[in-house]
């Protein structure tokens, strides 16, 4: 396959103009451009431009509203709630970033619960500025049911993915972002395309059976949890927090069914922060680096988040290396 680089702010300048001609304000596209391009420039393909079409999707269906403005709510002290009002999650984030940061000093702990959103994205880009400026940060989204609970007949559960964030004295920090899924949905979709099988155990078919095929996952199939009862617990905990905390759809309980094409589920988000300046003992990047040291003595060669800024240096060097059919697919949809 051919491949072209284009550097970072181009990319973003790009996207950002295929998300205005699709109908979201400015200040949207330019969240949102910044977010996928972030993902394609460091690695995450699955959720860099190869999601811009669930994106446009969703918007021309009238699925979501690229133009909500959402509502921030105090609970407690230290409790936000955000209504995206139908519109994307990380507008909603945007919101209410400086005022929980503002409260995780005063408190030493607040969380950001968002509702009637859509995430279509990764979640570390949503935590990883958080780390950097020495915070730990949690963050739990659940989807569009596409997962069976284990020992169950039906899916019940989304992808659900869960994101941790965390300082460390070198100010690279520890992150990681898994899907509680045994994969997620995006590179079972990657897979179809490109025509390669899923690792056994990924998910069944329509009739239930265990199947390696993407096609049948994604035809009438479903995922299935990682690890078996305990990955569909932690999957049911996502939910909880998700849906139930936030106020937001649990993953089985929206329809799109009148927005034939969309791809965002309608599902809610939560965002939990932890001043790492409040650690007892010695300081928590100091700490940190101790459980790493450890590791790495042990033999631990890659490390959560490595992989991802190696890919982001590289991209900073070289420029993001995009297929050529996927960079002309993206300025038509511009130009149009």
């Known amino acids: 396959m051919a491949v072209s680089h284009i550097a970072f702010p181009d990319l973003v300048a790009l996207l950002e103009a295929i998300f205005v001609r699709f109908g979201t304000s400015r200040q949207v596209a330019a969240i949102l451009a910044d977010n996928c391009a972030r993902c394609e420039r460091d690695g995450a393909k699955s959720h860099g431009v190869f999601r811009m079409k669930g994106y446009t999707d969703s918007l021309a269906t009238g699925w979501v509203d690229g133009r909500a403005e959402p509502v921030l709510e105090e609970a ?5 709630r955000v209504d995206a009002q139908n519109g994307f999650a990380q507008p909603a984030l945007a919101l209410g970033r400086d005022v929980l940061i503002e409260k995780t000093r005063a408190n030493g702990i607040a969380l950001l619960a968002i509702r009637n959103s859509h995430h279509l994205s990764a979640l570390w880009p949503d935590l990883e500025p958080f780390a950097e400026q020495g915070f730990i940060a949690l963050s739990t989204v659940n989807s569009f049911a596409c997962t069976v ?4 007949q039906s899916a019940v559960f989304g992808t659900n993915p869960i994101a941790f964030a965390a300082p460390t004295r070198s100010g690279e920090p520890v992150v990681f972002d898994m899907a509680t899924s045994s994969m997620a949905n995006g590179d079972v979709q990657i897979a179809a395309r490109e025509g390669n099988q899923l690792p056994a155990g990924a998910g069944v078919d329509s009739n239930g059976n265990p199947t ?71 300081p928590f990047g100091v700490r940190a680096e ?35 059919d996927d960079l002309n697919w993206l300025e038509a949809l511009a130009a149009d």
């Open 76 to 80: 407690a002290a230290g409790f936000l």
């Open 149 to 152: 609970p284990h020992g169950g």
């Open 212 to 282: 390696t095929d993407p096609s049948a996952v994604l035809n009438g199939g479903a995922l299935l949890p990682f690890g078996g009862h305990k990955g569909s617990s932690i999957s049911m905990m996502i939910e909880l927090l998700s849906a139930a905390l936030t106020g937001g759809n649990y993953s089985f309980e929206f329809d799109w069914s009148g927005h034939p094409g969309a791809a965002t589920p309608l599902t809610g988000q939560l965002i939990i922060l932890i001043d790492a300046a409040r650690a007892g003992g010695a």
């Open 290 to 324: 101790t459980l790493i040291d450890e590791m790495a003595s042990a033999g631990v060669k890659r490390f959560p988040g490595q992989h991802r800024f190696a890919a982001r240096k590289r991209s900073d060097a070289e420029g993001i290396a995009l297929g050529v």
